[in-house]
């Protein structure tokens, strides 16, 4: 079978999915082990398809066997970049499944079997999403994430969720119709939806790929992945969304939503329209790094004035969202913003995974959802407080934590090319990140222990839960942190990876005149 | 040049101490065990550097790169042992061994809360600390600064009350806020323009056409980037942080913290720019009149301090331009003298902040003001005190004078005659800080110790020293810096392989 | 494709949506919706597209009115604009 | 201007139309204060799209993308008497005599994806009535306001 | 404000959009890039579609052939978008009563329900007569009407579904006019939503069933061994047919699952 790798890292989620909602209605223990199996599965498949792509190069794959013609099926790829990010899917994933595990007698409990098949349909939106090689293939999946991303969200028991979740479901179908109208100019024009071909097609006729056809398809397909990853000023939605809905599925689609629509913004850049586009439209891509500034701002200012913790990890979501977008479209003459922003991509899968699981972890175990609710943390439970402590840091970007080295090649990028306002954004928000993460050090660390070592009173939607599940909840909690850490230390043989697949990708020289 | 040599020993010698926190955290009820594992993590740590210095003497070098090497254009980590990271990496080193035992008496005589998380994050800050002195590149450099900065963030807000959290604030503010909006873009800018950040060989920036702006630019943006150097106007945070426990104040804001600043600023002047196109640039003299002016600031203030701790912190403030200045100077003298000076002033310093707690321990007492006549009751300590206040002000016989020998001889090679009249001013000012310590501490008469003398009871009743455990400490290391008055050869070897080896040409 | 009756059945398309957006009565509002369902399944159908006529014959004019209608009935009939 | 309606317009009338129709509902999904409204408007939006997408595939003069049995026959027989292989002039069937049938395939999976969102809509329409007694938008966030604490 | 803002953006989106259609290929333009491909990429895949749809699935409706087999990939996430409706319909508005909750809610269904509410117990009046008698006879025939079309995809237009649709569409007349109860009677809750998982299932697995001859997922052709079909054509032709059972299956029980939770708010007691 392993030469069906890529395809059952798919599939493998959608078969949970389908046995949990089939025989877990009858029996809700059945639910976990079923989820926990098929991601585990799919998990091994993207090492395995890592390890490939490591050793012999990028892998296609042709569902159906319609290889050829080429373009008349549709093609799985995978390469330096997404399948590093399946892996990336895949443990983010499995932390967070682990945390949300759900137990009999917690209310709606009849409801969980029907959470797990949202879960795991949502995983296999993520991975079709990253590994498919077909423009309109993106869409469908990308319906598929949303429409379980609303349904998630909407679980939450707060009001406000429903409401998140309505405007999220607007915004999110406004902007995935976008992406559609962009791929029906790009299909209008070259008549093929295979992203190689149509690559090829726009390299053999220059006359289409500067007619204003191609140019509205690549507008439109921009604006739809900027609104699904609430790019600035198409952000409003995010805050609310992701911070109203149960932690269990926060925990999924915070660190991830987000960053497989920037990846698909940089897939469709580079393996669609080609790198040209930001280097031959200068103006265009100033506009656009401009338009990533911009979003740094916003996010760290919004951040700034955040008493919530959850509402401030979302806002920073939006800052790291400029970081990439920023990073991408440098287009600096080594591919280094490019490099940055993908490696970022990683990076900030795994730290904004460890924050959001930390947060979860201080609504549940200790009902912390505001900051000075987290007063004397680090001595009511030393290794959340240092996990956290590991995520904060690697969100400042301190060395070795991964945060920093992203940033490393990203400023290296942008001093390249000269966009020193990026620079100025990218540093003051890391000085921002670091005001906000050691406020709330000072307050875990200098802050009394509340007398009563109870939890507070539970906040609404995140029930206080018996002291046996929080193994359940602070392991995926430390392993994160650990990843996040190892994710930095070892960054050497990503980078290399990722420098591969760009090179051979955007055909510069590697490095260095 | 040199021939480099493989080895994994700068590796061992940093984690030695990292390994060392495992255990300090298993032993965290067994207080002895605990304090054992810190002291023989110093001694491996020191074995491990004493087994390079030969090599080192030998005029090698002692490579490491780990995570590829930089064919691909990306920067690996490399350590890389050299004659300057050999000074600092022997004087962390050979001090931690005391610090600690003094740790262990001054922690215990105080009855210290969370003695645990001290020793942890002291052992990953001196980790920290070799990391730097045995960077190979700037990269490497920076991570480990940045370690640092962080790892002695809990040991000065050790206290955990009001001001410690202020002191622990604006320490931070200023070191990791200048370290992130300096440092990174313009070691970013440094690999841009030469596409290397390695140490090794020549000058980094050698061979690239900077511009007078540009130079200026990026030798700013470094001195005060790695602004654990306290070149004024960003000095502040060493005062403030003068809250910590004593050990802490004097491994760390005396020796480990403060050095590492001078000691990247050092790696600056010689490594990135290369004391030729600092000259060339005439960008130096900048450099030169900031230290000269730190200096003589720094001093006068120490004057005016009646705490005795913040009196230290501005005369470490005041010395550490003496390296800068002096590094800055471009001469031969000079930059060997500002390299000695780094382990001299190291010694002595290190004996002042020692005796500083010591008083503390034994009486309480904060305040120079308050020491009246406490030489009669605890004159080990005093006489330490002595020592080092002379060793820190540069008089024979002790190590000091050596170090401000050469560097004045190096002003006057350069023609500066201004700054070599800052170097013997503020030569002046520290003696007029220190000496009325000594002086009150033997002379003046203590109030309420004239009762016990007019029943002509022997003042050896009065007898109060610190604990053992604090007094052999500070003894040692005043004995040590007489003794490097006498047998600088290893520090004065050391610093020519630098001159000799690292720069172009003597 | 018969163009003048595309173009006929266009122009009614247009003028189906208005009034389905105008229409202050959701319940009228939908079956003006229902209405625009089924003549855009008469343009696919004239465009000789018969799948998507017919998918969108029973979708978009049958079961999406029907499921509209539904909530309608179950919430407020009335709407501001 | 007649000449300008016959060389611009008429041409492309299914694309202006659909610009109208998109125009039309993406106003009604963002500017629409009732969200049955909003949910109007963004399903009419979707039906543009469809709308842009099927007029790419037709053809003048062509029709249902169906393949009778008998010429499929002989294309079968056409290969398997060799000959020329596909494209060839010879080759009984003429892609010209059939609309575009790839349009009608991605457009009947936009038309599915376009119900399954609008049940979901419906549905959250009806829990946001339950909790709180309107569809207006503007109510709704006022009410959000006062209840500002409830995290 | 709100409608300032959105006339703006709807009015710079339709002016990018028109500035491109000036240039758009011919409308009916038989040699349209997407009609007839473009020189520098590979065959139009349309033109392939239409020549060799017949030749190798034997299937005439070439648009049935492509969506269940050259595209099947899609159409198998377009059938799990179905099932995550359903489901998210479900998580959204199922409210599942404990006994305790029972009369509390139920007067807040009363106090809260639109004005057209009628439930089963005031429905047996007269107009059950005649709605009754036309459903006894148009269900049926709607029901047969969608199998037809399920089975009948083939040669003509239909397929999984429309057929679906129409099913399930019958089902909700049954709600409508015999109220919900009995339509759920003949329906159950955790039948369908076992059924709508099952229908995906059947779909994937039958795209699986290749793997284990050794060829890419949903490759039908590898079931010609295993189905007795001479040659490949046909057993694309059946797997086709298999792979729509399953979207009808999944669409049927959807469609009803939709109707009934948003028809009763989550409730599956009373109905319209």
């Known amino acids: ?513 | 040049m040199e021939n480099s040599i493989h080895s994994y020993l700068p590796l061992w010698a940093c984690l030695s101490s990292l390994a060392a926190v495992p255990l300090i955290l298993l032993f965290r009820r067994e207080t002895f065990l605990r304090e054992a594992v810190t002291i023989l993590a110093g001694i491996a740590k020191l074995s491990f550097v004493l087994a390079m210095l030969p090599i080192i003497l030998q005029g090698n070098m002692i490579e490491l790169t780990l995570f590829g090497d930089g064919s691909d254009g990306l920067v690996p980590i490399v350590f890389r042992v050299d004659g300057l990271g050999m000074v600092f990496a022997l004087v962390a080193s050979i001090l931690w061994i005391p610090t600690s035992i003094y740790s262990i008496g001054y922690m215990r005589g105080l009855k210290e809360h969370s003695q645990t998380r001290f020793y942890v994050f002291f052992a990953v800050s001196l980790f920290a600390t070799l990391g730097v002195a045995f960077a190979g590149n700037l990269l490497t450099l920076y991570v480990f600064y940045e370690i640092l900065s962080l790892s002695t963030w809990p040991l000065v807000t050790h206290h955990q009350d009001a001001e410690a959290r202020r002191g622990g604030r604006s320490y931070l503010v200023h070191l990791l806020g200048t370290s992130i909006a300096f440092v990174i873009p313009a070691m970013i800018y440094v690999w841009v323009k030469s596409g290397t950040l390695d140490f090794g060989g020549q000058a980094i920036l050698a061979d690239t056409d900077l511009s007078y702006v540009q130079g200026l630019a990026l030798l700013l943006a470094f001195a005060f980037g790695f602004s654990k150097g306290a070149l004024m106007p960003l000095h502040s945070w060493l005062p403030s942080a003068m809250v910590a426990p004593t050990p802490v104040s004097a491994l760390l804001h005396a020796v480990a913290v403060v050095k590492v600043g001078v000691f990247c600023i050092i790696r600056t002047v010689l490594n990135i720019f290369g004391m030729d196109l600092l000259g060339g640039l005439g960008i130096d003299l900048v450099l030169c009149w900031i230290a000269a002016i730190t200096l003589v600031t720094a001093s006068l203030i120490a004057l005016t301090q009646d705490n005795l701790k913040r009196m230290l912190a501005f005369s470490t403030i005041g010395q550490l331009s003496y390296i800068i200045l002096g590094i800055a100077l471009l001469t031969e003298h000079a930059a060997l003298g500002s390299i000695l000076h780094i382990a001299m002033h190291a010694f002595g310093k290190i004996t002042l902040f020692f005796c500083a707690g010591a008083i503390f321990v034994a009486t309480g007492k904060k305040q120079i003001s308050e020491l009246n006549g406490l030489g009669r009751r605890m004159p080990i300590t005093f006489a330490a005190f002595a020592i080092g206040a002379a060793s820190v002000t540069g008089l024979p016989p002790m190590g000091g004078f050596l170090s401000k020998l050469y560097l004045v001889w190096g002003a006057a090679e350069a023609h500066q005659i201004a700054l070599l009249c800052a170097f013997l001013i503020s030569a002046v000012l520290n003696g007029a800080y220190f000496f009325p310590v000594v002086y009150r501490a033997f002379f003046l008469p203590e109030p309420e110790m004239d009762a016990i003398h007019a029943d002509g009871s022997c003042c050896v009743s009065g007898w109060r020293e610190a604990p053992l455990l604090c007094v052999l400490p500070l003894a040692f290391t005043a004995i040590g810096s007489i003794l490097l008055f006498f047998f600088p050869s290893t520090f004065y070897d050391l610093a020519s392989i630098v001159l000799h080896g690292g720069v172009a040409n003597p | 494709m018969i163009l003048p009756l595309d173009i006929i059945l266009l122009i009614f398309l247009v003028i189906a949506a208005v009034l389905a957006l105008k229409l202050r009565d959701l319940l009228s509002a939908t079956m003006v919706f229902s209405i625009y369902g089924f003549l855009i399944c008469l343009i696919w159908a004239e465009m000789g597209a018969v799948d998507v006529a017919f998918t969108e014959a029973t979708v978009g004019a049958g079961i999406s009115g029907a499921l509209m209608i539904a909530t309608i009935f179950k919430t407020a009939r009335k709407s501001s604009d | 201007m007649m000449e300008w309606m016959k060389t611009t317009i008429v041409p492309h009338f299914n694309f202006w139309i659909y610009v109208v129709i998109m125009m039309l509902g993406l106003w009604a999904a963002i500017g629409k204060n009732n969200l049955i409204k909003k949910l109007i408007g963004l399903s009419i939006f979707q039906t543009a799209i469809l709308l842009l997408y099927v007029s790419m595939g037709v053809k003048e003069g062509a029709s249902i993308p169906i393949v009778d049995e008998t010429m499929g026959e002989a294309a079968v027989d056409f290969m398997a008497q060799g000959g020329g292989g596909a494209g060839a002039t010879a080759f009984p069937i003429n892609p010209d005599l059939f609309a575009n049938p790839l349009p009608h395939v991605l457009m009947l999976t936009a038309i599915v994806v376009g119900v399954a969102t609008l049940g979901v809509a419906l549905a959250l329409c009806q829990v946001i009535f339950r909790d709180f007694g309107t569809l207006e938008e503007p109510e709704i966030l006022n009410q959000i306001k006062t209840i500002q604490d409830d995290v | 404000m709100q409608k300032l803002f959105a006339t703006i953006a709807v009015i710079i989106t339709g002016a990018i959009l028109l500035n491109a259609v000036e240039d758009f290929p011919r409308f009916g333009d038989p040699h349209s890039p997407p009609n007839s491909g473009v020189s520098g990429g590979s065959v139009s895949s349309s033109v392939h579609y239409l020549q060799n749809t017949y030749l190798d699935t034997r299937v005439p409706n070439v648009v049935t052939a492509v969506l269940a087999d050259y595209r099947g990939y899609d159409t198998l996430f377009e059938t799990a978008v179905i099932l995550t409706a359903g489901i998210a319909v479900f998580a959204i508005l199922r409210v599942v009563r404990r006994e305790d909750e029972e009369e509390s809610a139920g007067s807040e269904e009363k106090a809260c329900s639109g004005e057209f509410s009628t439930s089963d117990s005031d429905g047996e009046g007269r107009h059950r007569v005649v709605v009754g008698t036309t459903c006894r006879v148009v269900v049926p025939l709607a029901q047969l009407f969608g199998f037809y079309i399920i089975a009948h995809g083939h040669p003509s237009p239909g397929g999984g579904f429309q057929g679906g649709v129409v099913l399930g569409t019958s089902f909700i007349l049954i709600a409508l006019a015999a109220g919900l109860g009995s339509a759920l009677g003949r329906l159950r809750e955790d039948m369908y939503l076992r059924l709508a998982c099952l229908g995906v299932f059947i779909y994937a697995g039958i795209g699986l069933l290749s793997l284990f001859f050794r060829r890419n997922f949903l490759d039908y052709g590898a079931l010609s061994g295993l189905l007795q079909t001479g040659g490949e054509e046909m057993a694309r032709s059946h797997g086709i047919f298999g792979v729509e059972l399953g979207v009808a299956m999944t669409v049927t029980t959807v469609m009803f699952a939709l109707f009934a939770n948003l028809s009763t708010r989550g409730e599956l007691k009373g109905g319209l």
Request: net charge neutral; hydrophobic share 50%.
């Open chain 1, 1 to 513: 079978m392993s030469e069906h790798l890529p395809v059952i890292v798919v599939l493998a989620p959608l078969f949970g999915a389908v046995i949990v909602g089939f025989f877990g209605s009858r029996d809700r223990r059945l639910c976990f082990p079923i989820a926990l199996t098929a991601l585990a599965l799919s998990f091994i498949c993207s090492i395995g398809v890592v390890h490939h792509v490591a050793t012999v190069g990028a892998w296609d794959y042709f569902v159906g066997g319609w290889e050829s013609p080429h373009g008349v099926g549709i093609q799985l790829r995978a390469d330096g970049v997404n399948s590093l990010l399946l892996l990336a899917i895949a443990v983010v994933a499995l932390l967070a499944l682990v945390y949300s595990i759900r137990q009999d007698g917690e209310k709606d409990a009849e409801k969980s079997p029907f959470f797990y098949v949202l879960f795991l349909l949502l995983c296999v939106g993520l991975f079709g999403i990253t590994i498919t090689g077909d423009a309109f293939n993106v869409y469908v999946l990308i319906e598929i994430t949303a429409l379980t991303s609303y349904g998630l969200v909407a679980m939450g028991s707060s009001r406000r969720s429903r409401v998140a979740a309505f405007q999220y479901l607007v915004i999110g179908t406004v902007g995935a119709s976008f992406y559609l109208i962009g791929v029906g100019y790009l299909y209008l024009a070259v008549g093929s939806l295979n992203m190689a071909d149509i690559r090829a097609i726009l390299a053999a006729n220059p006359e289409i790929a500067n007619s204003r056809i191609v140019g509205t398809a690549l507008v439109f397909i921009l604006l739809g992945v900027w609104t699904k990853m609430s790019l600035f000023p198409l952000h409003g939605w995010l805050p609310n969304a992701y911070s109203y809905c149960p932690s269990g599925s926060a925990n999924l689609m915070a660190p991830l939503v987000t960053k497989v629509s920037v990846y698909v913004m940089i897939r469709i850049l580079f393996s669609v329209f080609g790198l040209g586009v930001i280097t031959e439209n200068p103006g265009w891509s100033e506009l656009v790094v401009l338009i990533a500034v911009g979003s740094i701002v916003a996010g760290s200012v919004m951040a700034l004035t955040q008493r919530e913790i959850k509402k401030m990890l979302c806002c920073l979501i939006v800052a790291e969202v400029g970081y990439m977008v920023g990073g991408t479209w440098l287009g600096d003459a080594g591919r280094w913003g490019l490099t940055g922003s993908m490696y970022h991509i990683l990076a900030d899968a795994m730290m904004t995974s460890c924050l959001f699981l930390a947060a979860g972890v201080f609504a549940k175990q200790f009902g912390a959802t505001r900051l000075e609710h987290l007063s004397g943390l680090f001595r009511r439970s030393p290794w959340v407080a240092g996990a956290f402590t590991l995520g904060g840091l690697a969100m400042i970007g301190v060395p070795p934590m991964c945060g920093f080295f992203s940033k490393f090649y990203l400023i290296r990028g942008a001093i390249e090319s000269g966009h020193w306002l990026y620079i100025v954004a990218l540093l003051g928000s890391s000085l921002v990140n670091a005001i906000l993460f050691f406020r709330i050090f000072e307050i875990a660390y200098f802050g009394e222990v509340p007398e009563s070592s109870e939890p507070f009173e539970p906040s609404e939607g995140e029930g206080a839960t018996p002291r046996r599940y929080a193994v359940w909840r602070t392991a995926p909690l430390l392993i994160a942190a650990a990843l996040t850490l190892l994710l930095g230390i070892f960054n050497r043989p990503v980078i290399d990876l990722i420098r591969g697949t760009v090179v051979e990708n955007t055909g510069i020289v590697s490095m260095e005149e």
